[in-house]
């Protein structure tokens, strides 16, 4: 069988895209690349439009073998991918809204992120529509006594707007169908022609609970396509935040899935160890959530006694409490009567979409953008990935409650390792094409950047990992009761903004 590379170099052109290669390809080459997609030879990790073209990344998890196919779409048409592989319709979905390029025999030609609200304004240099959206087309679900329940887009709470269309027998959910993009925000819009620093602010603010991962994802293509490093104290520093972030969602998600099931005890003690969290992100970095830590070329802010004393007395704390409320949690039979066996995924699927983080990892996809690509400073030091293959709701805590155990040791290996020296090297003005896959709490997060010669973007792509698991959600709820939708939808924690952009 063809590799990766070999296939892309059927390509007419080839291109640098630091450190993956690009090629452009004809319309039949990648509908051969789109066939081994479908075939699982490669995983697909993002799919995303230009003004003229279309472009596809891909990854060999074999081998760690990536790289970027490219489509020329003179006639703004592109040869489906979605058609034959279904993890790229809504991505093929969002391309067609924003640039206008149509996947020819797409599987699901409806609009994403255009609700039909978009008027004769045109995202990106998308041409306006020539008439108004027609009503949205909900899928059908045929059967006796079958009943429809809608629920959103607006929530009776404080969670980002999304609209969840139930089909049921009675209790039992036959069909979950979402429809999302009400949080679109035109971000990469106003990434393009944007500066470098205004770019990276942006990226931090996709999605507010993965602040770091998507402005260290950022920073790192913005890197690679100038082809420098950060200093080696910045990289530990980076490392740092994100575990930091890790444990703050970690403990937050642990206690939130359990108040979904009436445990309220979980969700006051991982709420106190949150904010523990927090608030030692808040003396460490300046920031709670840590916005603008990550920047291209290295860290914003320096990590002084102080803050060291805080993340070492966080790590005490936490290692002190958690245990016990792990014990909790595992032998408590009326929780565990609520999430296990609930929610069930698959392997297949979850490896077929490419699933990654807890999501993943709960269905035994051992999958983390620290290995498989890896990364420094992870690539200079050891630590597990946590594997489970039942797949339900208790297997997302589970993988969550040993992450956190991984995220604690981590966080003190990086303290006690932690190099002296500059938090920052200067980013000079150029062009250049840059990607990077990091890790964060949810899973893998893909950035692509491209420099004109004047220190600005000219494109810039970031993909949340929630684009490879809502679908997964419609999946995992079919079969249960829908008063189990609150625990499955809070076990995978999916963003909202971070897939809307």
């Keep these: 069988m063809q590799s990766l590379s070999a296939l892309l170099s059927a390509g007419t052109r080839r ?9 452009i390809l004809e319309a039949g080459d990648w509908s051969a690349l789109a066939a081994h997609l479908a075939q699982g030879r490669f995983t697909l990790v993002s799919l995303w439009g230009d003004a003229d073209a279309v472009h596809m990344a891909l990854l060999d998890e074999a081998t760690g073998e990536a790289g970027i196919a490219t489509c020329l779409c003179p006639d703004r048409r592109f040869p489906s991918v979605g058609r034959i592989h279904p ?25 994403w992120l255009d609700h039909g609200r978009w008027g004769i304004t045109a995202p990106l240099g998308r041409a306006a529509p020539a ?6 087309a909900f899928l059908a679900a045929e059967g006796a006594a079958l009943h429809q329940i809608p629920v959103g887009p607006v929530h009776a709470g404080i969670i980002e707007p ?34 470098i620093e205004e770019a990276a602010r942006l990226a931090g603010r996709i999605s507010g609970d993965s602040a770091v991962a998507f402005a260290l994802a950022f920073a790192r293509a913005v890197e690679a396509a100038r082809g420098i490093a950060a200093p080696a104290r910045a990289i530990w520093l980076r490392a740092l935040a994100a575990e930091l972030e890790r444990l703050a969602n970690h403990f937050g998600d642990v206690g939130a899935i359990c108040n979904d099931a009436a445990f309220a005890l979980m969700l006051a003690h991982c709420g106190v160890l949150r904010e523990r969290c927090l608030r030692a992100c808040d003396i460490a970095f300046g920031h709670r959530l840590m916005m603008d830590v990550a920047i291209p070329g290295g860290v914003a802010k320096d990590l002084g006694p102080e803050g ?16 016990e409320l792990v014990r909790l949690y595992d032998e408590t039979t009326s929780i565990q009567d609520r999430t296990v066996g609930t929610g069930i995924v ?53 993988i969550r409650i ?32 840059g990607v990077a896959l990091v890790e964060g709490f949810r899973g ?45 939808n809070k076990s995978f924690n999916c963003s909202y903004a971070g897939h809307d952009l």
Aim: proline letters at 10%; hydrophobic letters at 40%; one cysteine or more.
């Design 131 to 136: 008439a108004p959206a027609a009503p949205y």
């Design 162 to 195: 999304g609209h969840f269309r139930f089909t049921c027998h009675g209790e039992t959910v036959v069909r979950l169908e979402e429809r999302l993009g009400y949080v679109h925000r035109g971000i990469e819009g106003l990434m393009g022609g944007a500066s």
């Design 402 to 433: 040993l992450e956190i155990e991984e995220s604690l040791s981590l966080v003190t290996r990086l303290l006690d390792t932690l190099p002296a020296g500059p938090i920052q090297v200067p980013m000079e003005a150029g062009p250049g094409e």
């Design 444 to 488: 893998d997060v893909f950035a692509y950047v491209r420099l004109d010669g004047e220190g600005r973007v000219a494109r810039a792509h970031l993909r949340d990992p929630s684009w490879f698991q809502w679908p997964l959600l419609e999946a995992a709820i079919e079969g249960n009761i829908v008063a189990d939708f609150p625990l499955c």
């Design 308 to 323: 060291v004393s805080a993340l070492r007395a966080l790590v005490t704390t936490a290692r002190a409490a958690f245990p």
């Design 15 to 23: 291109q640098g895209c630091r450190p993956w290669p690009r090629a």
């Design 346 to 398: 698959k392997e297949a699927l979850v490896r077929r979409f490419g699933a990654g983080g807890f999501v993943g990892r709960a269905s035994g996809r051992a999958f983390d953008a620290r290995r498989v690509q890896p990364y420094p400073p992870y690539n200079q030091m050891p630590f597990s990935i946590p594997v489970r293959t039942d797949g339900d709701v208790n297997a997302r805590i589970w």
């Design 87 to 111: 993890p790229a319709q809504r991505l093929e979905r969002a391309v067609q809204d924003l640039y206008g390029l149509t996947p020819d025999h797409a599987s699901d030609p409806r609009p």
